[in-house]
Every structure is written in structure tokens, then in C-alpha cells.
């Protein structure tokens, strides 16, 4: 089959960054007063989530000094729902993986899967705390805030979803998840995060928001009341720096990695399309739109994790053989999704899965299909292209050809050479 030639193309992203991630965390968080609050031998829990945040560990670590100088004692808890394979050890693991460990950070690391009911919302949702968490004099959530890769509305990943998923281990997850198929994800966020705030500890929060380039753009204290108004502003923040594909349609998509340090969906269904919210609630237009996807292989920190795989058309033997497939069914199942653990359509090399997927494009003949290929959802600013894309008027970003043309190689095994 006959391959159209390649050619690399630079993205060019709006890039505001944090110069010096730790003092911006202690220069965001003075504001709030928080000896006030926070008095010399309180502990302080602060949240760490199962997500390739940048500059995680400096955070967590500049956030821990801080309340040090308040005389607190902080301690990390590992808020991640189903991650880790559920289990407490699995959790601890996961973070150490991210360089969150507690030589780095600097505070012990408090891991367990044991919660406590902490109340009921108005609407009879039952709210979960993490008992480490729970026992704490002051709870600070630490998260990232940006679009969620399944849901769609004013609030959706931040700080009220790393209360009410991360907070609410395993329990809360599964609660959550199946609640979450009934209800609008707005309205349950809100409320579980509402009776929270009434009923546990929490002291203050710390929003971040990072720019296309995996980067640090933004850190926001926040205290309590003001929760919801502040993510909101800064998901409007986060949507407008989020990373886009250069086309907005392509015959195939070519992933290098999946993984959920990448994404908790393995790649991210903003960038990518595919996007189960949007669709129900009829929000299709400018949503990415590619014919098929193709993941080649899993990230070393998803640990065998490949949720999201169901959302490809192709993948290869080798990355079916790199599976945990136990946990990325827990991590499927607890979501209320088992599709996204589905296999799709898989061979031993990538020359085997270009044949089968460039022979089902439609009219158009092989070397004449608008392919993208790119290493994962986070890593954009360069991406390859084939010479067809570059006719296309469905652009979504400004970018710039980088070398010229050049034909698709396979190594001797007859695999793609990454990005």
C-alpha cells in the first residue's frame, strides 16, 4: 500500500508560565490568612492525585513549607478514587512514580482505602472522606483544574471533583460514578463538594492550571466559600490554553502513548474528539472529528493502566501484552464505563494496522489520507502530518512546516519510529 510522505509541523501555543513555581505557591496562599485558621501543631491533609501534573512535587513541597512556617504539621494523602489498583500500597506507589515522595515533599506520606460517611446532600447522595483526611485538623485540596475529558459544564476537573472523587477513594468513586450516570455531573459535583465544606475541615485550596506546553501557567489560592467561583474562572483559563491537534478532521490519528499520567481517559478526548458528554448533550460542533484512532503503546507511569484504549479503532500486540488488565478494568468499571477497557482491533506490527485502517477511509486512496501522528495528548507543539493535511482548510491552530517531506519508514520488526 502506497503511504503519502510526511512532514513535522510546529505548533504555536499561548505560553504564560510560572518563572518560580515555589514562591508563586507561598505568594498565592498569604493572601488567605491561614494562621488565622491553621494554628502550630494542626495537621494539615493535603490531597496528591494520580494525574503527571508539572511541577507536582515542588507544589506539594512549597504548599508543606508553607504551612511548616505556620508551625502545621502536613501530611499527604493519596486522592485518587480507583487508582493504584485500589489499594493503599498501589496509591503510595503511583505517587512515588511522580517524584512525590516523601524525602522530596518533605511530609509523610498517609495512605489508606478506608472512608467515612460524612453527611448526605439535599438530594440523598451519600458524601465519602478519606478517614486520614477526616481525622486531620485542616484539609488542603491540591488539584489541577482543566476541562474533563467526559464531562462538559461551568465546573468539571478541579478542585470539587479532587474532593469528591479523589477524597472519596474507592468508595466514593464507585457511589459517584453510578450517581453520575443519573445526574448531571454540575449538579453532583456542587452538591457533594457543598456538604464538604460544611462537614470536613477544609482550610483553603490550591488551583493550578497548566499551558499547552505541560507547563505550569497559573497558581491560585483559594479559601473554601470561594471554591466554585474561582474554578470557574479558572477552567475558562485552562480551556483557552488547552493544547488542539493542528486539523480539526483526519482519516487517522497515529498516538504514540496513552497513559493516565496523560490523562485519566489515557488520552485526552478534548484534544482528540470523542468526547461522550458533548455528544449527549448535542455539543458536536467544533469537536475534533477523526475517521480512526491508532494507539501504539502505553506511558512507563500509567504502570500497565490502559484506560481509554477503548476509544482507538487500532492498537498493537504489544501494547495488549503490556496491559494490567485488572487495573485497568477496576479503573473502568469503577467509572461505570467498561468500554473504555474494550480492545479494539489490534495486529503485531504498525504497518499491519496502517494497511487495514488506510483501506477503510473511504474514496480516497492511501497515499492520498490526511494522517496525523503525535507521541500523546500532552506533548503537541510538535506533531508529523501527512503532505495531504496541508491542503486541508479545517485548521485549528497556527503552525509552521518544519524540514521537508519525507516517506514513512518502519524498522526491521516493521513499527513506526515514535515522535
Keep these: 500500500m502506497s503511504l503519502p510522505a510526511f512532514v513535522r509541523v510546529r505548533q504555536h501555543f499561548e505560553r504564560p508560565a510560572v518563572a518560580d513555581v515555589g514562591v508563586a505557591v507561598a505568594a498565592t496562599l498569604e493572601p488567605l490568612d491561614l494562621a488565622r485558621r491553621v494554628r502550630p501543631g494542626h495537621t494539615v491533609a493535603l490531597t496528591a492525585g494520580s494525574r503527571g501534573i508539572a511541577n507536582i512535587p515542588i507544589i506539594l513541597r512549597a504548599t508543606a513549607d508553607y504551612l511548616k512556617r505556620l508551625g502545621a504539621k502536613p501530611f499527604l494523602v493519596p486522592a485518587m478514587g480507583s487508582h493504584g489498583g485500589a489499594t493503599a500500597e498501589g496509591q503510595r506507589r503511583l505517587l512515588e512514580s511522580y517524584g512525590i515522595t516523601e524525602q522530596f515533599v518533605g511530609v509523610p506520606i498517609r495512605a489508606s482505602m478506608e472512608v467515612v460517611q460524612v453527611g448526605s446532600t439535599a438530594e440523598g447522595f451519600p458524601v465519602f472522606l478519606d478517614r486520614h483526611a477526616a481525622d486531620a485538623d485542616h484539609i488542603g485540596v491540591v488539584a489541577r483544574v482543566k476541562p474533563h475529558t467526559g464531562f462538559h459544564g461551568p465546573v468539571e476537573s478541579g478542585l470539587l471533583k479532587m474532593m469528591m472523587i479523589g477524597l472519596g477513594k474507592h468508595t466514593g468513586a464507585l457511589a459517584y460514578h453510578r450517581i453520575l450516570l443519573e445526574n448531571p455531573y454540575d449538579q453532583v ?29 497559573q497558581v491560585q489560592g483559594v479559601l473554601p466559600q470561594d471554591f466554585e467561583a474561582a474554578e470557574e474562572k479558572l477552567l475558562t483559563l485552562a480551556r483557552r490554553l488547552l493544547a488542539k491537534l493542528p486539523l480539526r478532521q483526519a482519516d487517522l490519528l497515529i498516538v504514540d502513548e496513552i497513559g493516565k499520567d496523560v490523562s485519566g481517559s489515557g488520552m485526552d478526548t478534548n484534544i482528540v474528539g470523542r468526547k461522550r458528554a458533548f455528544r449527549q448533550q448535542g455539543l458536536t460542533e467544533g469537536l475534533p472529528s477523526m475517521r480512526m484512532i491508532f494507539v501504539r503503546g502505553l506511558t512507563a507511569k ?87 493535511c496541508l491542503a486541508e482548510s479545517s485548521r485549528q491552530t497556527e503552525f509552521e512546516v518544519v524540514g521537508r517531506g519525507a516517506p514513512v519508514v518502519f524498522d526491521a520488526a516493521g513499527n513506526l519510529r515514535p515522535l
Design 189 to 217: 459535583v456542587r452538591s457533594v463538594g457543598r456538604v464538604l465544606q460544611a462537614s470536613a475541615p477544609i482550610a483553603f485550596g490550591l488551583g493550578v492550571v497548566e499551558n499547552a506546553y505541560d507547563e505550569t501557567a
Design 302 to 388: 500509567t504502570h500497565g493502566n490502559a484506560t481509554g484504549i477503548g476509544l482507538a479503532d487500532f492498537t498493537t500486540k504489544r501494547l495488549v501484552r503490556a496491559m494490567d488488565y485488572r487495573a485497568t478494568v477496576i479503573n473502568a468499571l469503577t467509572a461505570g464505563y467498561p468500554e473504555v477497557a474494550a480492545l479494539p482491533v489490534h495486529f503485531e506490527t504498525d504497518r499491519e494496522v496502517l494497511d487495514a485502517a488506510l483501506a477503510i477511509i473511504g474514496t480516497r486512496q492511501a497515499s492520498e489520507a490526511r494522517i496525523m501522528h503525535i507521541r500523546n495528548t500532552l506533548r503537541l507543539e510538535d506533531v508529523e502530518v501527512s503532505e495531504p
